[in-house]
Structure formats: structure tokens, C-alpha cells
């Protein structure tokens, strides 16, 4: 059974950081591009940042967070993690992991605000 948990979330000031976890389970994980993926409230789901399966571990980001997010992940711990620098307002949202293959986590909740 694919399990994806993510952990991390919370409320932090502008201009914070906060590092999210992704804890996977019941596939091969490191055969798996990983991503992260966010909803903000009364909006569509967004890609934010995706990590390859490949020994090379090329990463993408979305503009919108690019050079203050970074995506890394531990194949000997299963974890796809998601490390959120200078964070915004506009960050606030739902995270959600995801393995490409239909599987998502539960989401966590990060809220950026003063």
C-alpha cells in the first residue's frame, strides 16, 4: 500500500523558512521523479518544485518560487523534502507530495503571516 506523509507545515513570519517532509512508503521510491505541488484557498493545485529519479537528481521549480525553494530527496530514507526560504504571503497553502503515479500525501498546511 503507497503511503506519502508529509510533515513540516505551520506559520511562520515573512521572510521565514520552514523545511517540509515527505515520508514515502510501499513503492520503489528512488525508480520515482518526486514533486511538490501546493493549493491556496479558491485556488487550482500548482506544481512547485519536481525532483528526478535519476542519479543526477535534476530538479525544476516553478518561477514563482524559484531560488528560495529547494528539493532534495534521501532514497536510503524514502523522503522527498522541500526547503522554503523568504517565504511570502502568497506562499500560504496546502503542500502535497506526490509520486507521479496517482499517489498523494494528505497535504500539510503552511500559513505565512505576520
Known amino acids: 500500500q503507497v503511503q506519502l506523509v508529509e510533515s513540516g507545515g505551520g506559520l511562520v513570519q515573512p521572510g521565514g523558512s520552514l523545511r517540509l517532509s515527505c515520508a514515502a512508503s510501499g513503492f520503489t521510491f528512488s525508480w520515482f521523479a518526486m514533486s511538490w505541488y501546493r493549493q491556496a484557498p479558491g485556488k487550482e493545485r500548482e506544481l512547485v518544485a519536481r525532483?528526478?529519479?535519476?542519479?543526477?537528481?535534476?530538479?525544476d521549480y516553478s518561477a514563482a518560487v524559484k531560488g528560495r525553494f529547494t528539493i532534495s530527496r534521501d532514497n536510503v530514507k524514502n523522503t522527498v523534502y522541500l526547503q522554503m526560504n523568504s517565504l511570502k504571503p502568497e506562499d500560504t497553502a496546502v503542500y502535497y507530495c506526490?509520486?507521479?503515479?496517482?499517489?498523494w500525501g494528505q497535504g500539510t498546511q503552511v500559513t505565512v503571516s505576520s
Open positions: 506526490t509520486n507521479g503515479a496517482g499517489d
Open positions: 525532483i528526478a529519479n535519476t542519479r543526477s537528481s535534476r530538479t
